[in-house]
């Protein structure tokens, strides 16, 4: 079983990519010009077969995001590559759901409206919950390739060329950054969070969690989030048409503090707020953050991404519990991480009894062989340490001491 390892400032490297960054980074290659948003919409433009055009909603993230990604993310050649290739897919997707859904009217069905939203800070056992609800046939899960690209193609029957895509993608990221997959395992066929069409608009936490961009981090902090909803209403909307209406089981933790915007899109929703103690979420989260950074520059920096996102997840929860406070959310269950972890099944229960489903046997057991199947096939051993990012215990619970007593939250011995 491969253990992660905890040298984040000198990333895992493959050696022909090791070299190749050695020889090109000298001569500027690939040039940063590479990442001019202009370029970028130029070339999703020409790969889809279109002219460029404007698009108000994402013309002025998307340049925040190319200068950041120039002028403060430290890219290695390969990183430079690697997100101007995501940068362009981003874009292509984006121009293919909005020709696809044009002139078509929004689906404004129940099931739509009200889907199960799990969420909570990362690694308080989000992606565990939405996969074990995820095997009930009666719900609708988002799928990693659909993530990747939502609108189908033309001439693909079976979307067997939006799965292959997945795949290679999922074949490249193990090949860079194997010790991901302990962290976050990935499936190109898997259940996924939507976090990936959210970030179709660029209003997400999705460029942080990978590069230091600080100027758009900036942007991104005061920027209304309702467009990138309104694309995840759409996007949902169109996959949910081959087969029908069903239920989405929904899950990321960005949704944490937009709570009210997810309410007045998804007015019907339920959500899932899953607590875990800080001590544990922080530096799981930012040793995956470190990994994922590790992937494009050779300057990860894990005290400024410690620091950050402890900064970042104390404002979340103070934010969700004013929503809940306040009434703007949608109705909330808790479910604590250790209670899930000792009962999946009783707490499945008391999700099903808030979301009123009915738990007949048959998906009882669906659920319980999904539970089994997770535990067989373990990626890794995921290793961190607070320390490892500039933080200690008392600094975690300071930040959290509110979170912490509200719901009851006990930190388990190391």
């Known amino acids: 079983m491969r253990t992660t390892s905890r040298h984040y400032r000198t990333p895992y490297r493959p050696w022909p990519v090791a070299l190749a960054?050695?020889?090109?980074?000298?001569?500027?290659?690939?040039?940063s010009s590479g990442l001019a948003a202009d370029a970028l919409r130029a070339a999703a433009a020409r790969a889809e077969g279109l002219d460029p055009s404007p698009d108000p909603e994402l013309d002025e993230p998307l340049d925040v995001l190319c200068a950041s990604l120039r002028e403060e993310a430290r890219l290695t050649p390969l990183g430079r590559l690697v997100q101007r290739q995501r940068l362009i897919g981003l874009l292509r997707a984006r121009l293919r759901l909005q020709h696809a859904v044009r002139g078509v009217p929004a689906p404004d069905d129940e099931a739509l409206s009200s889907p199960l939203v799990i969420t909570g800070l990362p690694r308080t056992g989000t992606t565990f919950l939405h996969r074990l609800l995820a095997a009930d046939p009666r719900l609708r899960a988002l799928r990693s390739w659909e993530a990747i690209a939502p609108a189908p193609l033309p001439d693909d029957p079976g979307d067997a060329r939006r799965r292959a895509a997945a795949r290679r993608n999922e074949q490249a990221l193990r090949y860079l950054a194997p010790d991901f997959f302990a962290v976050h395992p990935i499936d190109a066929e898997g259940v996924e969070?939507?976090?990936?069409?959210?970030?179709?608009?660029?209003?997400?936490?999705?460029?942080?969690?990978?590069?230091?961009?600080?100027?758009?981090?900036?942007w991104l902090a005061t920027?209304?989030?309702?467009?990138?909803?309104?694309?995840?209403?759409?996007?949902?909307?169109?996959?949910?048409?081959?087969?029908?209406?069903?239920?989405?089981?929904?899950?990321?933790?960005?949704?944490?503090?937009?709570?009210?915007?997810?309410?007045?899109?998804f007015p019907g929703a339920r959500v899932?707020?899953?607590?875990?103690?800080?001590?544990?979420?922080?530096?799981?989260?930012?040793?995956m953050v470190a990994h994922a950074h590790g992937l494009c520059t050779d300057a990860v920096d894990p005290e400024r991404i410690g620091r950050s996102w402890l900064t970042?997840?104390?404002?979340?929860?103070?934010?969700?519990?004013?929503?809940?406070?306040?009434?703007?959310?949608?109705?909330?269950?808790?479910v604590r991480y250790d209670d899930l972890m000792a009962d999946p099944l009783r707490e499945v229960a008391r999700i099903y009894a808030f979301a009123g489903l009915a738990l007949p046997d048959d998906v009882q057991a669906?659920?319980?062989?999904?539970?089994?199947?997770?535990?067989?096939?373990?990626?890794?051993?995921?290793?961190?340490?607070?320390?490892?990012?500039?933080?200690?215990?008392?600094e975690v619970d300071e930040a959290f001491a509110d979170y912490v007593a509200r719901f009851d939250l006990a930190p388990r011995a190391r």
């Open 366 to 394: 669906r659920i319980a062989a999904a539970r089994e199947a997770g535990s067989r096939h373990a990626p890794g051993r995921h290793r961190y340490a607070l320390e490892d990012f500039g933080l200690s215990a008392g």
């Open 193 to 218: 969070e939507e976090v990936l069409l959210l970030d179709l608009a660029l209003r997400t936490n999705v460029a942080p969690a990978t590069c230091h961009v600080p100027a758009f981090e900036a």
């Open 312 to 334: 970042q997840h104390a404002a979340w929860v103070r934010t969700a519990q004013a929503h809940r406070d306040q009434g703007t959310a949608p109705p909330v269950l808790d």
């Open 272 to 287: 899932i707020h899953t607590h875990r103690h800080p001590r544990e979420t922080t530096g799981s989260f930012a040793s």
């Open 223 to 265: 920027a209304d989030r309702t467009p990138a909803y309104a694309l995840l209403r759409q996007a949902l909307g169109l996959l949910s048409a081959p087969a029908g209406p069903r239920r989405w089981v929904l899950k990321t933790p960005d949704h944490l503090p937009f709570l009210d915007v997810l309410a007045s899109v």
């Open 21 to 31: 960054n050695r020889v090109l980074a000298p001569l500027g290659l690939p040039p």
